[in-house]
């Protein structure tokens, strides 16, 4: 069951919370994993002489050591670690309930896979007995697979080990998997070692990547190391979407995920389905993110390379054949993509080129540079698209030219209209030449409408291709 969860409260909780002299205190950690629902497992604690790298997370702890507050690193945190639109988690709790409330880095409530809070009910003795999804009027609401409360049962460790879905309704229903309930054993250090499947009638059952069990492996600090996966005859399987039966993973010092192999049910290197190479490895900045992946075949050739700066974007991405040489890649219509970016680290031109290096026209877009431009807030005010020869060239698939952006900071607006090669408005794929995207005060996304070249509104309901 894939249960990784964040929330965050406000400070003013925080201060109820610590109240009657319990004794805040803030804490440093490189990794974070949250599993079985509402289980925080902290890892690789940092010292607070390096708190100043914003690749940590910082948790706040009250005086009986129970979390607040779950900030997530501003960059960084790769690997396993969770992932979620929130920024933080924060943490409120009465007798019989644990609250988990889901924040941005604003400390604007967010949602997360269709809630805004999570309820976890608890019996006598604190263990877990449910999760009820919230909106964000803390009314039951219901996750993408329309789950809005999980049963739980627990082990004689408190554990949870069962969990039963239901909807708004109180029925009982499956998952996107088809599966209506998930079982759980734990091994070392507490860690789910075995997830297993089960129909409405209890028997063991496949999802729809075709496995019914999974096995678990863990290192001394708590990381993944190894996951298979099992028919219900547990029996080695390959899931559907690779063709990988087993996945086996290592990380560096800092629990930092820096390789992971995918084998078949032979335990074999496999290039799985994609394709995809069997071995990845990771390089990372200072800052926790990742600056490049390797991409290696079964003979350990490098066939692919992705670079990326430290701010996360990629800048550099080159395809090799089976002696390592510049290879054109069927599925994309390149060899390399480069991007050179300006004194704030903007991207300004993306190029890309074939196996000899010159300049080559996208065949399904058809262009071969992107051209960015801002203005002096830093913020994208035109893109073009040009040919080999640099010159202006209407985009093959989307149908303009270029793209100009304009910003009303009243109106909480952002306008883009896309034009033709003399700069007319121009309506692309989709059916509309502008595209009017409203947010509210802390500019989060509210609305979009759109129109054609002659100012006409266009019906939402009948768009395609929005980007």
Not at 173 to 185: K, L
Not at 304 to 330: A, H, P, V, W
Not at 439 to 456: M, S, V
Request: net charge neutral; with cysteine; aromatic share 14%.
């Amino acid at each position: 069951m894939k249960k990784v969860r964040l929330v965050l409260g406000g400070i003013c909780a925080l201060f109820v919370l610590s109240g009657c002299g319990n004794k805040i205190k803030t804490e440093y950690y490189r990794h974070v994993d949250i599993v079985g629902m509402n289980r925080i497992i902290l890892k690789y604690p940092v010292n607070p002489d390096t708190i100043l790298d914003p690749y940590y997370f910082k948790v706040i702890k009250d005086g009986k050591n129970r979390i607040l507050k779950l900030q997530f690193p501003d960059v960084g945190g790769q690997g396993l670690d969770p992932k979620m639109n929130a920024a933080s988690i924060e943490i409120s709790r009465t007798r019989r309930h644990e609250i988990w409330r889901y924040f941005n880095r604003k400390g604007i409530p967010v949602n997360v896979d269709g809630f805004y809070a999570e309820d976890f009910e608890l019996d006598r003795s604190s263990r877990i007995i449910s999760d009820t999804r919230l909106d964000k009027f803390d009314k039951p609401s219901t996750d993408s697979a329309g789950v809005s409360k999980y049963l739980i049962t627990t082990d004689q460790y408190g554990l949870p080990t069962d969990f039963l879905r239901l909807n708004l309704e109180g029925d009982t229903i499956a998952d996107t998997d088809s599966n209506y309930c998930t079982h759980y054993e734990y091994g070392e250090h507490n860690l789910v070692a075995v997830r297993s499947n089960y129909d409405a009638k209890g028997a063991l059952t496949a999802v729809k990547d075709g496995f019914a069990i999974t096995r678990n492996l863990y290192d001394s600090n708590k990381n993944l190391i190894e996951r298979a996966y099992f028919d219900i005859e547990n029996k080695p399987i390959a899931i559907n979407q690779s063709g990988t039966a087993r996945y086996i993973y290592t990380y560096n010092e800092k629990g930092s995920l820096v390789e992971w192999r995918q084998y078949g049910v032979s335990r074999e290197l496999i290039e799985a389905i994609g394709p995809q190479y069997p071995i990845i490895q990771v390089d990372y900045w200072k800052n926790g993110r990742p600056c490049r992946y390797r991409y290696l075949d079964s003979n350990f050739v490098q066939r692919k390379l992705m670079k990326y700066t430290d701010r996360g974007i990629l800048r550099e991405c080159n395809y090799f054949d089976s002696q390592g040489r510049l290879q054109n890649n069927d599925q994309c219509g390149y060899a390399s993509y480069k991007v050179k970016f300006d004194d704030n680290g903007n991207p300004i031109e993306r190029a890309y080129y074939d196996e000899s290096e010159k300049l080559v026209m996208l065949p399904d877009f058809g262009y071969a540079i992107a051209r960015l431009e801002y203005d002096n807030y830093n913020r994208l005010i035109k893109t073009s698209f040009l040919d080999c020869d640099g010159k202006l060239i209407e985009n093959k698939k989307a149908q303009y030219a270029f793209v100009t952006y304009s910003y009303d900071s009243n109106r909480k607006t952002k306008t883009a209209t896309f034009r033709d090669l003399r700069g007319f408005p121009q309506k692309r794929e989709g059916g509309y030449a502008v595209r009017v995207t409203y947010y509210d005060h802390d500019w989060q996304l509210l609305n979009k409408k759109y129109f054609d070249e002659t100012g006409a509104e266009v019906s939402a309901s009948i768009l395609a291709g929005d980007d």
